[in-house]
């Protein structure tokens, strides 16, 4: 006769993304009584399956303490959230500043922020930066701090390395081939545009999310991919930090899907895999500081006023974007700026 199976359902606070939804699960997964966990962004909650009851309160208590250095916590009730208006007000000055010196530049012709719906270098470079302390850095850092952990002190720089040397030229390679999958493609106008208009609800969804206002579903790959991607993360071996950082490019990150449709997009071998390359690296600089830091510092790189400007500054890049592929289809006359 198969055991009984109970299950409690507890509310999250912290969640911004399904990358998040992974992070949580890896470190409940690892209570003695938990059998299944599975964290949903959407509803802001968890619920775990285990072979024998549990009170709620004591659940909880644990899984904070399995949660403290990840800047998540769980609560037998519904959370309620805060809204702190000075922050937003300090978000919105960021956002206008960092758009008007944007604006600027393109103006002087030293940096291309809109021409096309596709998004220039600098641009996806920025957007490589903002990934790197929120996604990013809740599952692509969780790997570092692992390797980190796993390899020896003598091993610790050559394993590190070898992570972030294969995540960048994976990303380089891997985009080359959505550039080439995309040339065996005839993108027509009203394509491309429809394109553009899924591009624009995925980052808005993204955006609104790193707000922290309410919570939206994300269009994202299964959730399997990323477990895949997981699995590897406890084995050994000097392969092991090289495919890490190789099948980082399959993890669910909305950022680096957004970044994937558009070098599908581009139809170009080349521009993929510069598109890809270029985001790479814009992640790298936190990425890099994290695995000579400790966890601690993504929960400081993580404060509320960061993830509200970084969540405005998405929702503006994804305006512009609409706007410019409405111009490109004559819809509105062309950008200003």
Not at 79 to 98: F, H, L, R, S
Not at 125 to 130: E, Q, T
Not at 164 to 179: K, S, T, Y
Request: proline share 4%.
């Amino acid at each position: 006769m198969a055991k009984p199976q109970y299950t409690c359902e507890l509310s999250v606070d912290g969640m911004h993304c399904a990358a998040c939804e992974l992070t949580i699960e890896k470190h409940l997964k690892t209570h003695k009584k938990v059998k299944n966990v599975s964290a949903n962004l959407a509803a802001n909650k968890v619920v775990v399956t285990m072979d024998s009851p549990e009170k709620a309160d004591s659940l909880a208590k644990d899984f904070n303490e399995l949660l403290k250095d990840t800047g998540y916590t769980v609560s037998t009730k519904q959370q309620k959230q805060e809204v702190n208006i000075t922050d937003y007000i300090k978000a919105g000055a960021i956002t206008m500043v960092i758009v008007l010196i944007f604006i600027l530049l393109q103006r002087m012709g030293l940096v291309t922020l809109i021409t096309t719906s596709t998004p220039s270098l600098p641009v996806v470079f920025g957007i490589g930066l903002i990934a790197s302390v929120s996604s990013c850095m809740a599952v692509v850092g969780g790997l570092v701090l692992t390797l980190s952990a796993q390899y020896a002190k003598t091993q610790k720089v050559a394993a590190i390395s070898a992570f972030h040397i294969a995540r960048i030229v994976g990303f380089f390679f891997l985009g080359g081939v959505m550039g080439l999958i995309g040339s065996a493609f005839t993108l027509n106008p009203l394509l491309t545009f429809v394109i553009d208009v899924i591009l624009f609800v995925v980052m808005i969804s993204v955006g609104i999310n790193m707000l922290e206002l309410f919570p939206l579903p994300q269009v994202q790959m299964p959730k399997f991919m990323g477990k895949w991607v997981l699995s590897f993360e406890g084995k050994r071996g000097w392969i092991m930090p090289i495919l890490l950082g190789i099948i980082t490019f399959f993890l669910p990150c909305g950022f680096t899907q957004s970044m994937q449709v558009y070098a599908l997009q581009s139809g170009n071998v080349l521009h993929g895999a510069l598109i890809m390359l270029v985001f790479a690296l814009g992640t790298f600089p936190a990425l890099a500081v994290l695995s000579v830091a400790s966890v601690k510092l993504s929960k400081t790189l993580q404060s509320g006023l960061f993830f509200k400007t970084a969540g405005m500054i998405i929702i503006c890049f994804a305006a512009f974007n609409l706007l410019a592929a409405l111009s490109v289809m004559g819809i509105i006359p062309p950008l200003g700026i």
